[in-house]
């Protein structure tokens, strides 16, 4: 599981890659955490379907490898269980979510 310093410092990390969850309209009301892209949850399987080309262009990104870290981000943590777990079965050995997720950075970020 990913914790809120960890998050925090994905920026730093270009490497790591954060993945948020919710839906769109949901990351246009209340921001988004840093260095993170937006794969909505019913999104994510497609998305790790996709070619390397298609990938970048869609979320401008290289597409991650098996061994890329993974963190998952959502509003209270329940979808970023689930992608978490839905990445570890397609291969992803490195993916973790983030129990907070958005509920706990906007607490301790004062927003």
């Given at each position: 599981?990913a914790?809120?310093?960890?998050v925090?410092?994905v920026?730093?990390?270009?490497?790591?890659?954060?993945?948020?969850?919710?839906?769109?309209?949901?990351?246009?009301?209340?921001g988004?955490?840093?260095?993170?892209?937006?794969?909505p949850?019913?999104?994510?399987e497609?998305?790790?379907?996709?070619?390397?080309?298609?990938?970048?262009t869609?979320f401008?990104?290289?597409k991650?490898?098996?061994?890329t870290?993974?963190?998952?981000?959502?509003?209270?943590?329940?979808?970023?269980?689930?992608?978490a777990?839905?990445?570890?079965?397609?291969?992803?050995?490195?993916?973790k979510?983030y129990?907070?997720?958005w509920?706990e950075?906007a607490?301790?970020?004062?927003?």
């Amino acid at each position: 599981m990913a914790t809120y310093e960890e998050v925090k410092d994905v920026p730093n990390h270009p490497e790591v890659y954060l993945i948020d969850v919710r839906n769109k309209d949901e990351v246009a009301s209340t921001g988004a955490l840093p260095a993170s892209i937006n794969i909505p949850l019913p999104e994510l399987e497609d998305a790790f379907k996709m070619s390397e080309n298609d990938f970048k262009t869609n979320f401008n990104r290289d597409k991650p490898t098996e061994e890329t870290v993974l963190i998952f981000s959502c509003l209270k943590g329940g979808r970023a269980q689930k992608a978490a777990d839905k990445a570890l079965e397609k291969g992803f050995k490195n993916a973790k979510p983030y129990p907070g997720s958005w509920t706990e950075w906007a607490q301790k970020e004062g927003l």
